[in-house]
């Protein structure tokens, strides 16, 4: 029985979607995803290399996997395929009644490109195409970064009719050109007579990082000015990210694709785990509460929403003028957006990488201990 009365149900109410930001075997296994589904709202899950490098990294769910791969000479690249999307799949059925019930909006499970493919948008299209016909599953999504390169990549894949969601968005002006990346994909869909209703993205926003970086830079200010600024880009980046939403699907170009069919490229508050201990650990989960819009959320971040989240209906859509204020203040202490954000995504990309590796170093050593 789904829960009704508590601070996630509130949340879902008022038009949030809450996707878990973790996935494992065990989890898949041990019944605990399902239990999410049940007791705490949970309509969907992303995963990224990070993630399968510590489910990987802990517990005996992969042991039988990983031994029969080994007795079959699989290699190590093609083992983490195997295991990445079998993991993917399962999760996809569990999440299927809900995919059913929501028109396909919800039920969502995401699976990452390998990041080494990050500038390489004819090799992140082929690498979306193989783990979307692997997975085999219409509720799965194939997550692509937003950088240069991966535009084209997500305007390719969308138009060949596989759901995506773009990870690592940092910056307004990237968000615009990862909405116009998938109207893109949708007109040449369209023209190719594909079924748009059946098309659903989601463009990731990151939050807590923007702050992280902002802050360290505020501290080295360390004036009263830049402190009192402290914890508040994050939000009102995103606030804006959500008014660049509304105003580019009101666009007569989306208006007539939507008319065709075709579904908003919801925004997805990504990187909502509090970093900073002294403020809420709800802050990035009940201040940007509004209406279209999914907020994948680490377990922790997830049971202390849980347990005493206060949501207070849609913090969003009146807050644009406040939230300009914040980032035109942040200027004014002479820190760069454009620098920030650039930076964030670059690392976010080579945080990614390490963690591939890492995932593939784990691999690789339970396939040799198998043998």
Sequence with gaps: MTNTTSPTAELSAVGVSIWLDDLSRERINSGGLQKLIAERNVVG??????????????????????????KAGTNVSDAVFEITTDDVAAASDIFRPVFDATGGFDGRVSIEVEPGLAHDAAGTFAEAKRLWAKVDRPNAMIKIPATIEGLEAIADTIAAGISVNVTLIFSLERHRQVINAYLTGLER?????????????????????????IDKRLDAIGTDAAKALKSKAGVANAQLAYQLFDEE????????????????QR?????????????????????????????????????????????????????????????????????????????????????????????????SAALEAAK
């Design 45 to 70: 899950v992303t995963t990224n290399p990070t993630i399968f490098a510590a489910a990987l990294a802990k517990g005996e769910a992969y042991d039988a996997q990983v031994s029969e791969l080994a």
């Design 189 to 213: 869909a369209k023209a190719a007579g594909i079924d748009l209703s059946t098309i659903h993205s989601v463009a990731s926003f990151f939050v807590s990082r923007v702050d992280t970086e």
């Design 249 to 264: 699907f009101s666009s007569e170009r989306a208006k007539t694709l939507l008319d065709a069919g075709a579904n908003k």
């Design 267 to 363: 925004p997805l508050w990504a990187s909502t785990g509090v970093k900073d201990p002294s403020l809420p650990d709800t802050l990035y989960v009940t201040q940007l509460a509004v209406a279209d819009v999914v907020n994948t959320m680490p377990e922790k971040t997830l049971e202390a929403t849980f347990d005493h989240g206060i949501i207070e209906g849609d913090q969003v859509t009146g807050s644009y003028a406040a939230a300009g204020a914040v980032l035109d203040a942040v200027a004014e202490q002479g820190i760069s957006y454009a620098e920030v954000t650039a930076l964030l995504e670059k690392e976010g990309v080579e945080k990614f990488i390490v963690s591939w590796n890492e995932l593939l170093d784990t691999v």
